[in-house]
Structure formats: C-alpha cells, structure tokens
C-alpha cells in the first residue's frame, strides 16, 4: 500500500522559513512526478512545486523564487524549502506522487500558517 507521510509544517512568522518533507513507501516502481500543493479555506487544491524522477521542476509562479523543491531518489522523497514566506502561503500542504503507468497518490497533509 502506498503511502506518503509529510513533516515540517507550523506556524511561522511572515519572512521566516520552513521546510517540509514527505517519504514515499510501498511500492516498488520507479515514480515519475512527486510534487506539493496547497489548498487554503475555501479555495481549490493548486500545485505549489513538482519535480521529476530526473529532477526537472516545475513551480507555481507565486513561489517561484521563494521555494525550492528538492528529492531523494534513495529514499523516495522529496522537500520544499519555503523562505521569504507570505501570509497568503498559509495552506494546508499535501504531498503528492505519481506512479506507472499513471496514478496518483496524497498525504494526509500538513498546516502551514504564517503569521503578518
């Protein structure tokens, strides 16, 4: 069964960092896309960062910049380095990968709040 646990949320002053991180098990594919997104109250899921098994990365523009996501191909995860950070990136973040030949699989997920 695959699961996704991610850590490294909380509260957080607006400027401040965090980082998160999510460990992928129970499988035994290569994956091909790992990735966070954030929903906020009220608002629609959105990809915030995704990176490839090669390491190729995608990022939303509203943290382009500000975020860096990262992987761990040994250990099958991945993080998001948040810096310079907004009140409006207060979200509850999900992890999320993509396994052959195409589903998809997401955390329980993990608050971020930052503080004005």
């Known amino acids: 069964q695959v699961q996704l646990v991610e850590s490294g949320g909380g509260l957080v002053q607006a400027g401040g960092s965090l980082r998160l991180s999510c460990a992928a098990s129970?499988?035994?594919?290569?994956?091909?896309?790992m990735g966070w997104y954030r929903q906020a109250p009220g608002q629609q899921r959105q990809m915030v960062a995704t990176i490839t098994s090669g390491g190729r990365t995608n990022y939303a523009d509203s943290v382009q910049g500000r975020f860096t996501i990262s992987r761990d191909n040994a250990k099958n995860s991945i993080y998001l380095q948040m810096n310079s950070l907004k009140p409006e990136d207060t979200a509850v973040y999900y992890c999320?990968?993509?396994?052959?030949?195409?589903?998809?699989?997401w955390g329980q997920g993990t608050q971020v709040t930052v503080s004005s």
């Open positions: 129970g499988f035994t594919r290569v994956w091909n896309l």
């Open positions: 999320n990968i993509n396994l052959p030949p195409s589903r998809n699989y």
